[in-house]
C-alpha cells in the first residue's frame, strides 16, 4: 500500500517500440520524463533493464526526491496476471510473456510499490480519470493500430475479467467468412480492421487492376503502404481509397453498435494511430454506428476520439497508484 503523504507517481507505458516513463503530480501533470527502446527483441532481462533506466530518467529530469513517490504504475502489453507481476502471453514481447517476474525487480530498484496492468486496459484508466472520460461514469475503448485493443470501465470500475481477459473488443466475430485475425478467428474487428488487412484490402483491389494514385506512390513495393497513405489518398479523393476507408469504418463501426447494444455505455472512445484517419473514416464509422445502434442506447452515449494521444498509457500508469492509495 503506498504512503498516502506521498505527492508523486511515476507512469510508465511499455510499447513494442520504446518505453516511456513520466513522474507526475497527483494531478498527472508530467514533471519530468524518460525514454528508452523497449528492446523488444533482446529478452526479458533487456527490456525489464530499459524500463528501469527509463524510471530512473524520469525521477532525475524531474528533480523531485525518491522518497516524496508513492509508487510506478505500468501498462505492459499482452495477458497478465496482475497480482502476481507477470505477463502470460504478449505477441511483441515472446520472451517477457512467458510468466517472467516483471514487477518485482523493479519494485526491488525503487523500493516502492509497483502496479501493473493490460495496455490497453490502463490506457483506457487515464482517458477515463483524465481525458476523454472526464465526469463520465461508464466507458468502452476502442484502440486502433497493429491490432484492435479494447476495455471496458463500468460504473468508474475496469471490468478486467475473471482472469483478465476481458474487454478484448477486437475479438467480436463480426464477418465469419471474413479475413483471419492473428488469434486465429476469421472475420473479428481485429481482422477486419487492423492494421495490415486495410492494406490488405487496398492491395487486394491494387491487384484486382484498379487504378488507384497508390499504385504510383509504392509500386513496386506495395508491402511500404500504410494506412496513413491510404487515408491521405481518400481524403483527396481516390475511389479505391475512398473504398477501402468505407469497408473498414463499416466493420469498425459495427464493433462499436454492438459494444453500444450490449452494455449501454456513457461513451465510447476511439484512440490508436488509425483513429486519426479523419473524415474519410469516421464518417463510416458514424454512419454504420447510427444505423446499427439501438437508438435509446445510442441518445445517450457519445462516440468521440481519445483526448490523450501518446499519454494514455502513462497517465492509466498513475491511475493504477492512485487507485491503490485511494483504496
Ligand atoms: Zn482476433
Known sequence: MPDKTCNYIVGVDLGGTNVRAAVTDKNAIILGEGHRPSLADEGSEATISQIIEAIHEAIDASGVEPGSICGIGMGVPG??????????????????????QILAPIRDEFGIPT?????????ALGEFRFGAGIGISSMVMMTLGTGIGGAIILDGKLWAGVNEGGGEIGHQIINPNGMQCECGNFGDLE???????????????????????????????YYDLTPAMIAQAAAEGDQLSLEVMEETGYYI?????????????????????????????????????????????LEVCRVIPAALGDNAGIMGGVVLVLQAIEG
Open 79 to 100: 495477458r497478465h496476471n496482475s497480482a502476481e507481476g507477470i505477463v502470460l502471453w504478449s505477441p511483441n514481447f515472446k520472451d517477457l510473456g512467458t510468466g517472467v
Open 115 to 123: 502496479y501493473m496492468g493490460n495496455d490497453v486496459n490502463v490506457a
Open 191 to 221: 481482422g477486419e480492421a487492423r492494421r495490415d488487412s486495410i492494406v490488405e484490402r487496398a492491395l487486394r483491389k491494387i491487384y484486382q487492376g484498379r487504378r488507384t494514385v497508390l499504385a504510383y506512390k509504392v509500386e513496386p513495393k
Open 253 to 297: 463501426g459495427i464493433g462499436v453498435a454492438n459494444a453500444i447494444n450490449f452494455l449501454n455505455p456513457e461513451m465510447v472512445v476511439i484512440g490508436g494511430g488509425i483513429a486519426q484517419a479523419g473524415a474519410v473514416l469516421w464518417d463510416p464509422i458514424m454512419r454504420t454506428v447510427r444505423a446499427n445502434a439501438i437508438e435509446r442506447s
